[in-house]
């Protein structure tokens, strides 16, 4: 996929969705990097079901850390993994407390040295809650990076970099969120929508289904 393939992509992504964002409901920094652990292996829908309830009555380091491991599974136990995102969400808010006075760090390498927090969520705050220009690879950007050959790699790392790379400057603010919208309502993984994709005639997947999108 050559420069201007990769462009006409992303132009056409930004004219569908000029203002993507993330599913995930949140108001603070805060609240995002929460509900961002606990959506690991789970769906968006169901971690903003979660959030509703426990936001509302403890929405800081200091009311979660008060919750209590306990406390705070009585709100997510409907959530997949819930014991364990529940015992690093514990650790992270004591971390914020003790070493950021209570506020999420804005850089990489504060991020992932909290609990249940690896590259993937990193990048997710670093772009969603403070702007960054940053792509995190999850299960759909690296399914449509690969299928569309828009930056084809074999692990999400090496995605991410392609991406970086490859992504013209105007567009990687937003590029997260266009490619995860993608693949989880167009380029799904088990059958892909052509039919209905504004980019199917751009993309280099071998395997298209009836395409009709000019």
């Known amino acids: 996929m050559n420069a201007d393939q990769r462009a006409a992509i992303y132009a056409r992504l930004r004219e569908s969705n000029p203002s993507p964002a993330t599913e995930l409901n949140y108001s603070s920094s805060f609240e995002l990097l929460i509900a ?9 829908v169901s971690v903003n079901k979660a959030t509703q309830k426990l936001f509302p009555l403890a929405n800081t380091p200091e ?42 760090p ?23 809650a403070f702007g960054q220009p940053t792509i995190a690879v999850d299960t759909h950007i690296f399914r449509v990076s690969n299928r569309t ?35 989880r309502y167009v380029c799904k993984a088990r059958k892909p929508e052509c039919k209905r994709c504004i980019i199917a ?7 298209k289904t009836d395409i009709s999108c000019d």
């Open 36 to 44: 961002v652990i606990l959506s690991a292996q789970a769906a968006d």
């Open 201 to 207: 005639k751009l993309c280099e997947y071998k395997q």
């Open 149 to 183: 050959r828009l930056a084809p790699g074999k692990t999400p790392l090496e995605v991410e970099k392609k991406l970086l790379r490859f992504t013209p400057e105007e567009f990687q603010q937003d590029a997260h969120h266009w490619l995860i919208l993608h693949g």
């Open 63 to 104: 009311a979660i850390a008060t919750l209590g491991e306990q406390g705070l599974k009585r709100y997510i136990k409907t959530i997949g993994l819930y014991n364990g995102k529940a015992k690093n969400i514990i650790k992270t808010c004591r971390l914020l407390i003790s070493e950021h006075a209570g506020r999420v």
């Open 106 to 128: 804005e850089t990489r390498a504060e991020l992932e040295a909290l609990a249940g927090v690896g590259r993937k969520t990193a990048n997710v705050i670093l772009n969603t």
